[in-house]
Each structure stands twice: as C-alpha cells, then as structure tokens.
C-alpha cells in the first residue's frame, strides 16, 4: 500500500525557518516526481513546489520562489521543502504528494498518491 508521510511542521515565528520530511514506501521512489502542496483554512489546496524524478529540475508556486528548497534523496525514499523566511501566509496544512511530472497543465504535477498533512503556522 503506497503511503506517503510527513513530518516537520510546527509553529515558528514570521522570518524563521522549517524544513518538511515526506517519507515515501513506494514500489519505486525513483519512478515518481514529488511535490508539496498546501492548503490554508477557507482555501482551495494549492501547488507549493515539485521536483521530477532526475532530482534536478524543481518547480516553484511564485509565492515561494526564492524562499523554499525542494529536494529528494532516492536512497531514503524521502523528500525536503526547506522553508526560509516564513511568513504568516504560509500557514497552511502541506501535503506530500508523489505522481508523474505533466508539462504545460495547471501544476507540473500530476498527483496519484497524497500524503495526510503537517500543519505549518507561521505566527506574526
């Protein structure tokens, strides 16, 4: 059963810094391009950031550009967001999610699996 699992998340102050774990028992990490979304109360769940599966090419939501690092580690099945320079509305509950990169669609990724979320509030 595939199953994707975050954890990092947690309270920090505007300007401070987290960094997301997703770990990921898929039947091939490798095959799979990553990503995080979020979703803030009262909104609709959107793109954060997606790394292909090369481990090289990532792609950011312009919100977070400059701010957040994705990055994966195939030898541990497991992907990063570094998030710097927080602010308040980047409070939100972020989703792992692992699926297959789609090229000039919505969002570069294509979800198959989803992760069940960690809660990021960033307090003013």
């Known amino acids: 059963q595939p199953q994707l699992v975050e954890s990092g998340g947690g309270l920090v102050q505007a300007g401070g810094s987290l960094r997301l774990s997703c770990a990921a028992s898929?039947?091939?990490?490798?095959?799979?391009?990553m990503g995080w979304f979020r979703q803030a109360p009262g909104k609709e769940r959107e793109f954060v950031s997606a790394?292909?599966?090369?481990?090289?090419?990532?792609f950011y939501a312009d919100s977070v550009e400059g701010r957040f690092t994705i990055s994966r580690d195939t030898a541990k099945s497991t992907v990063f967001l570094q998030m710097n320079s927080l602010k308040p509305e980047d409070t939100a509950v972020y989703y792992c999610?692992?699926?297959?990169?789609?090229?000039?669609?919505?969002?570069?990724?294509?979800?198959?699996?989803w992760g069940q979320g960690t809660q990021v509030t960033v307090s003013s």
């Open positions: 999610a692992a699926g297959v990169y789609q090229y000039g669609s919505r969002w570069p990724l294509r979800t198959d699996y």
């Open positions: 790394i292909r599966r090369n481990g090289i090419t990532t």
């Open positions: 898929l039947r091939s990490f490798s095959s799979y391009a």
